[in-house]
């Protein structure tokens, strides 16, 4: 069977998700895009044989060529099609964030919940990394013992001038917020953020680096440096503490040169660099559970997860005072969510 996908919103990552789906990825094909902007859709749409252009996100997931939906909109959209992906009884995978409100994450939890059965995915492609892959099987030998204490880094070496401070958590740390739910299978429990001084590169508006504090519920605490205007590269850094030993992300595959009295090696340019094959796996992944008829990779309640932390982190860096977590009660379609 050939998965035949319909795209929503087909800007940078859904372009580059097309790219994927079309030519690295098998037994799948796009058959439908469609965008807010319908130059932009007919655009791509001309690079993709056969793609039929849809009006609106509606019309292509009511279209009976198209057998799952991929969500790669603007967030505050992804409630309304991921919705009526669940009305339609489609598989969806959904860009993070889930939606942009705890509310909305919610519908979405009793939409799927009353439907029955998991249709949703959301694209927290780090999962899918090999490193960090590696990571999760160390941290869950017993060798090491308890996890204790996490120190994470997100730096990128630069961002645009509409890159806010709600940004560095919202889209930047949004990946730690999932990626140390599911390292630790825990839930996080508190919020705090911290505003060390200013790095003098980044625009006035903008609060850089930030170091999130995060205390989970099971008691180990997690450190977060998010540094968006480190100018080196893109670096993400994961060490995790454990009662008998350490186990951290080892630098990326590739070579350490030698010469002039120094060693070194590349660091990635960017996120796309460095995590592109996750979202090769990760989308292979979905279509190959689509093809098999079940669901798989992180929930939409790990969506609805990453959105309300997120929130506690964003009161957190306004108020500056630590602010509590509750998740709320988690209905029993995702009761194995943090490990899958
Ligand atoms: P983008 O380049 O702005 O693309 C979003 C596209 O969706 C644009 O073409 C936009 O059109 C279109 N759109 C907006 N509203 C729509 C609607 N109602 N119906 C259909 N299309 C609509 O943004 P992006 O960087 O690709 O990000 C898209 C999503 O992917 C975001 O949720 C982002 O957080 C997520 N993302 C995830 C990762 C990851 O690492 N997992 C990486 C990048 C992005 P206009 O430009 O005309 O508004």
């Known amino acids: 069977m050939t998965v035949r996908v319909g795209v929503i919103g087909v800007g940078m990552i859904g372009q580059d998700h097309i790219r994927r789906l079309t030519r690295v ?22 690079g993709v044989p056969g793609v039929k252009v849809h009006g609106t996100g509606k019309d292509l997931i ?31 995978f959904c860009e993070k964030p889930l939606a942009t409100t705890r509310a909305a994450c919610r519908r979405i939890l009793d939409a799927e919940s009353a439907f029955g059965r998991r249709l949703v995915m959301v694209g927290f492609m780090r999962r899918y990394d090999a490193s960090y892959r590696a990571l999760k099987a160390a941290v869950a030998d017993d060798v090491l013992g308890a996890p204790l204490l996490v120190h994470c880094a997100h730096r990128n070496p630069s961002v645009p001038d509409i890159y806010s401070s ?8 949004v990946h ?22 200013r790095n003098s590169r ?62 070194g090696g590349a660091v990635p340019v960017d ?34 997860a990453a959105t309300v932390v997120a929130d506690g982190c964003l009161e957190a860096l ?9 998740l709320g009660d988690r209905p029993s379609l995702y009761t194995r969510a943090v490990t899958s």
């Not at 309304?80 to 669940?86: K, N, Q, R």
């Not at 709600?166 to 740390?173: G, H, L, R, S, V």
């Not at 730690?176 to 001084?197: K, T, Y």
């Not at 989308?283 to 992180?298: E, K, M, R």
């Open 271 to 304: 996120w796309r660099e460095r995590f592109i094959r996750a979202y090769d796996s990760e989308l292979q992944d979905w279509v190959d559970a689509v093809t098999a008829g079940s669901a798989t990779g992180p929930t939409a309640w790990d969506g609805y």
């Open 166 to 173: 709600d940004m560095a958590i919202n889209d930047t740390a």
């Open 202 to 263: 980044a625009a006035a508006h903008l609060v850089d680096p930030l170091v999130i504090l995060l205390e989970t519920a099971g008691g180990a605490l997690v450190d977060v440096e998010v540094s968006v205007n480190i100018g080196y590269g893109y670096d993400i850094r994961c060490e995790v503490v454990a009662e008998g030993g350490t186990a951290a992300l080892a630098d990326n595959p590739g070579v350490i040169v030698r010469s002039g009295g120094r060693w």
């Open 318 to 326: 306004r108020t500056g005072e630590r602010v509590p977590i509750s």
């Open 62 to 92: 009511d279209d009976g060529a198209v057998d799952a939906v991929l969500v790669t909109s603007w967030g505050p959209t992804h409630e309304e099609y991921v919705l009526a992906g669940i009305a339609a009884g489609k598989p969806v």
């Open 25 to 46: 990825l098998a037994g799948v094909e796009v058959v439908a895009v469609t965008d807010v902007d319908p130059a932009r859709a007919a655009d791509v749409a001309a």
């Open 176 to 197: 730690e917020l999932d990626i140390v739910r599911w390292l630790l299978d825990d839930e996080i429990a508190a919020a705090r953020v911290l505003q060390p001084r």
